[in-house]
């Protein structure tokens, strides 16, 4: 982990970067596997589980009876855990809903918006290293609160044909309609063309490894919508000398677990405190059972110390952060001046591991600088609006005029007379 103090600005520019693949090298693999999807439906599938995934597959589709059967193996304890999950991030999400108003712009012509549930979602959930039934929940609570009438989940199954028992009670206490045996680029293609048992979606939502990733920005390109550009997870830390080094250490590392690919840095005007907070991550690493993951990610770790209070959030409005963590004593003083993140913790108490499972925001986030432009999932990433208007006679009238010198000026001869021939009537 390097220790970097009082960076020039323009050394910031190489300091935000992250330790991002450039996936457009994987699109002629990518490509291929879409290609034959499309072409071969569920039997392309079946091929590509047996030689990525290790498993032979009959059915793609999970069964009410292996649901029944996985939902009995999970614990009572990480039930109602999740179902508490569930509960927060339900009431999170049902609170944007949106409320449209009818606006009379001009006398006589009213405009409004209308929120209409994007009606089949695909939701990718990917296998690994981890089951990450949480994301289930992310995806699946808000998708359903929307009012989406088709709820399509893929994972990849293990080398015994099985879904993780907590992702398939996940998807169940959610409300996911149909889940299917499928991971990898061949299961986001048969989302995005659909096949003989996998419906094809109008959007896919989900994390994924380089290749998921990928194939989610090919089949964007003409064929579904896609969720947002996806990168390897990262957190930024502001602190200052009030901040419990013990505390920092313990955000630090529970980013870095993510994955080798993952960063965390550390962003402060406190150069006092980096020895300690140094000191408490190498002890708490060694506790840790994915440290070789850990250690790995720590490699592209940073611990930056800036000149003063202005520095730190000017640099963390450039990095612009998936997770923001904010551990200082005026904490929603400098939360306030954040422009550019995905999720921001604040104050001692607030770890990102609370937004990662079970405070109620979500946790599919911007990474890699995207959240400069783009939201994490909410509620709206799964509705569509459509805007209306109706105008009377008087409004044609009375806005009449200056469609026509518009349409005129523009060239556009058959616009104008679509209001010409009109107002001839009235």
Request: glycine residues 6%.
């Amino acid at each position: 982990m390097e220790i970097i103090k009082y960076p020039s600005k323009e050394e910031w520019v190489s300091l935000v970067k992250r330790p991002a693949l450039d996936v457009t090298t994987l699109f002629d693999t990518v490509r291929t596997v879409l290609d034959e999807v499309r072409q071969e439906g569920d039997v392309a599938v079946k091929r590509y589980e047996e030689k990525f995934d290790k498993v032979t597959l009959t059915d793609l589709q999970v069964s009410e009876a292996e649901i029944e059967e996985a939902c009995e193996l999970v614990s009572e304890e990480l039930k109602q855990a999740i179902r508490t999950a569930k509960d927060n991030i339900e009431k999170f999400h049902a609170s944007q809903r949106f409320i449209g108003h009818k606006i009379e712009t001009t006398p006589g012509v009213t405009c409004w918006q209308k929120a209409v549930a994007i009606e089949k979602v695909g939701l990718y959930i990917p296998g690994g290293t981890a089951p990450l039934f949480s994301t289930v929940l992310m995806l699946a609570v808000p998708a359903h609160i929307a009012g989406c009438k088709e709820i399509v989940l893929c994972t990849p199954p293990n080398r015994e044909g099985k879904v993780h028992p907590a992702i398939l009670f996940a998807a169940r206490a959610a409300g996911v309609s149909k889940i299917f045996k499928a991971g990898g680029i061949q299961a986001i293609a048969a989302m995005a063309y659909g096949t003989e048992s996998i419906p094809k979606v109008y959007k896919i939502f989900g994390p994924g490894n380089q290749y998921v990733t990928a194939a989610k920005q090919l089949v964007s390109l003409k064929d579904v919508a896609i969720d947002m550009p996806a990168g390897p997870s990262e957190v930024e830390v502001i602190a200052d000398e009030t901040a419990n080094p013990d505390f920092i250490a313990a955000d630090f590392l529970s980013q870095a677990e993510h994955g080798a690919d993952s960063q965390a840095i550390l962003v402060t005007s406190a150069e006092n405190m980096v020895s300690s907070v140094a000191e408490a991550i190498r002890r708490q690493l060694s506790a840790l059972s994915r440290q070789e993951i850990t250690e790995k990610a720590l490699e592209h770790s940073r611990i930056i110390v800036l000149k003063d209070e202005q520095e730190v959030i000017d640099f963390t409005n450039m990095y612009a952060p998936e997770h923001l963590i904010i551990q200082t004593g005026n904490y929603a003083y400098i939360a306030e001046q954040i422009e550019n993140a995905g999720s921001v913790f604040m104050g001692p108490y607030t770890p990102e591991s609370a937004g990662d499972y079970a405070s109620g925001t979500n946790h599919t986030l911007p990474t890699n600088g995207y959240a400069k432009a783009y939201s994490g999932v909410n509620l709206d990433s799964f509705i569509k609006k459509i805007t209306f208007q109706e105008i009377t006679a008087e409004g044609i009238k009375s806005l009449g005029g200056t469609i026509q010198v518009m349409a005129g000026n523009e060239q556009l001869d058959a616009h104008r007379n679509a209001v010409t021939i009109r107002l001839k009537t009235i």
